[in-house]
């Protein structure tokens, strides 16, 4: 794979998330010129705890940020979606979805029983559907 192929790899992975340069830049521990050098190919020999955090940072694998797979370990949802999401939301919950999506069947449901234990609390009692108090 070439380091354009890494590049390329790594600013498409990000779009598809709908992050900016900044908000991975402050995931992996960088500033956002240097997330800037990798998507153009500027900066190709990264460190492994870099090569590392950007993978987590880009719910992916280090193997296929480095070419070593052709696989995307990781399902990813369309970036329409998350910017949806993130905007009616937050990021949180454009982050929940991705790692939802992850999850098998089983553990999916481990996750929607476990939110639904969580609004029964009566903290969430007053509030209405979209976590907003009502007026």
Same mark, same amino acid.
């Given at each position: 794979?070439?380091?354009?192929?890494?590049?390329?790899?790594?600013?498409?992975?990000?779009?598809? *998330?709908? &992050?900016?340069?900044? +908000?991975?830049? /402050?995931?992996? #521990?960088? #500033?956002?010129?240097?997330?800037? =050098?990798? +998507?153009?190919? @500027? @900066?190709? /020999?990264? =460190?492994?705890? =870099?090569?590392?955090? &950007?993978?987590?940072? *880009?719910?992916?694998?280090?193997?296929? *940020?480095?070419?070593w797979t052709d696989e995307q370990e990781y399902s990813h949802v369309p970036k329409s979606i998350c910017e949806q999401i993130k905007a009616e939301y937050g990021k949180n919950?454009? !982050?929940?979805?991705?790692?939802?999506?992850?999850?098998?069947?089983?553990?999916? #449901? =481990?996750?929607? +029983?476990?939110? !639904?234990? &969580? *609004? +029964?609390?009566?903290?969430?009692?007053?509030? !209405?559907? /979209? #976590?907003?108090?009502?007026?």
């Open positions: 794979m070439s380091d354009s192929d890494m590049a390329k790899r790594i600013k498409e992975l990000r779009l598809s *998330l709908g &992050l900016t340069l900044e +908000e991975v830049a /402050n995931e992996v #521990g960088v #500033g956002k010129s240097t997330v800037r =050098k990798w +998507e153009t190919g @500027i @900066i190709a /020999n990264m =460190k492994r705890d =870099k090569i590392a955090a &950007l993978a987590k940072a *880009l719910h992916t694998s280090p193997g296929y *940020l480095m070419g919950a454009a !982050t929940a979805l991705i790692l939802y999506v992850q999850l098998d069947e089983i553990d999916q #449901g =481990k996750i929607t +029983e476990r939110m !639904t234990v &969580l *609004l +029964e609390d009566e903290k969430y009692s007053s509030k !209405t559907k /979209n #976590g907003a108090s009502p007026a």
